[in-house]
């Protein structure tokens, strides 16, 4: 089992920035894939971001230049960095971790809200 903690949500205006981080514990692989997705309610929940221990990242389009997200191996823990934030970026945050054979072992966090006002 895995536990991830997310933390960082808030309020802010447009062009503002916050910054979510997601404490994974428990029994992480030493490979795995973290990502940060989001959803508003009535929609399917998409993907924002994802980074492998290694480092590489991915990024939807729509956030490509504005977000950024990191890990810390050591700390078991990802950021997701969010700048020139639109409230088309509210919704609710959730961290994910995928692990093990064909990375089909998945985990959800609880979510934190981000909230962008015009």
């Known amino acids: 089992q895995v536990q991830l903690v997310e933390s960082g949500g808030g309020l802010v205006q447009a062009g503002g920035s916050l910054r979510l981080s997601c404490a994974a514990s428990g029994s992480t692989a030493r490979f795995n894939v973290m990502g940060w997705y989001r959803q508003v309610p009535g929609n399917q929940r998409e993907l924002v971001a994802t980074?492998?221990?290694?480092?590489?990242?991915n990024y939807a389009d729509s956030v490509k230049g504005r977000f950024t997200m990191s890990r810390d191996n050591a700390k078991n823990t990802v950021y997701l960095q969010m700048n020139s934030l639109k409230p088309e970026d509210t919704a609710v945050y959730y961290c994910?971790?995928?692990?093990?054979?064909?990375?089909?072992?998945?985990?959800w966090g609880q979510g934190t809200q981000v909230t962008v006002s015009s």
């Open positions: 994910n971790i995928k692990q093990g054979y064909m990375l089909k072992t998945e985990y």
């Open positions: 980074v492998t221990t290694a480092g590489t990242t």
